[in-house]
């Protein structure tokens, strides 16, 4: 298939460890936040998502971080495993009288086995 | 969530031509989006479709460049118009159902163009 962010930032861990994806927003008004998986030559899976009113939700091996404070995004992969390796994208939703979602850059995952 | 497909799944167009990509859903949603994403880049928002009026375009799209159409609640269309090589991008559809889980957005498989 087509790779996809092939010039973004890399995350290389060994099968079983546990990742950690960090994502910067820019909004503060922001009041929605999505992880999204990709790979390669597919569209964007959604992981798991965190509202404003929350700091932490935990779903099926991951769980989302949010600290408003500094405007800092976290996805924790537990045991990684070969199958998680992808790009993964944090999204930010700002209504402002529409709805937009706005990407950040993205990580690539590499799952070494 | 919903099962999106687009039509087609890839194609490669010559320079000055035009292709209108296909978005369905298997069920009736509230909202669809469309995105690009060139290479090696992430997701940039064009437009909005919306059902029963014109699309909503971000900063940067024209409806002259990339016309919209939504015919109904579970099918869209995006044409890449008079293309250029710089339009060489992946094109997805989003949807978001505002009765299943408000703000979230699903993704179609997207199309990859190549534009020679």
């Known amino acids: 298939g087509e790779s996809v962010g092939l010039h973004l930032p890399t995350l290389s861990v060994q099968e079983g460890d546990n990742s950690i994806i960090n994502c910067a927003y820019s909004?503060?008004?922001?009041?929605?936040f999505i992880w999204y998986k990709q790979e390669s030559g597919k569209g964007p899976q959604f992981i798991i998502d965190i509202r404003s009113n929350m700091d932490k939700r935990q779903g099926q091996r991951v769980t989302v971080l949010l600290n408003k404070t500094v405007k800092h995004l976290s996805l924790q992969i537990a045991a990684t495993q070969p199958g998680d390796s992808a790009v993964y994208f944090c999204a930010e939703n700002i209504y402002t009288g529409r709805r937009a979602l706005t990407f950040g850059s993205g990580t690539r995952l590499q799952v070494q086995p | 969530s919903a099962v999106i497909s687009q039509k087609p799944s890839r194609d490669i167009c010559q320079r000055g031509t035009s292709l209108t990509i296909q978005c369905q859903v298997d069920?009736?949603?509230?909202?669809m989006f469309w995105y690009r994403q060139q290479p090696g880049q992430s997701l940039t928002l064009i437009a909005t479709?919306?059902?029963?009026?014109?699309?909503?375009?971000e900063s940067g799209f024209v409806i002259d460049k990339f016309p919209i159409s939504r015919p109904n609640l579970t099918f869209s269309t995006l044409t890449v118009s008079n293309m250029s090589p710089e339009d060489s991008s992946i094109y997805l559809c989003?949807?978001?159902?505002?009765?299943?889980?408000?703000?979230?957005?699903?993704f179609g498989p997207g199309t990859r163009l190549t534009v020679l």
């Open positions: 479709a919306n059902q029963g009026s014109e699309a909503t375009y």
């Open positions: 909004n503060s008004a922001s009041d929605y």
């Open positions: 989003s949807v978001e159902d505002l009765v299943l889980r408000a703000d979230t957005q699903y």
């Open positions: 069920s009736q949603v509230t909202m």
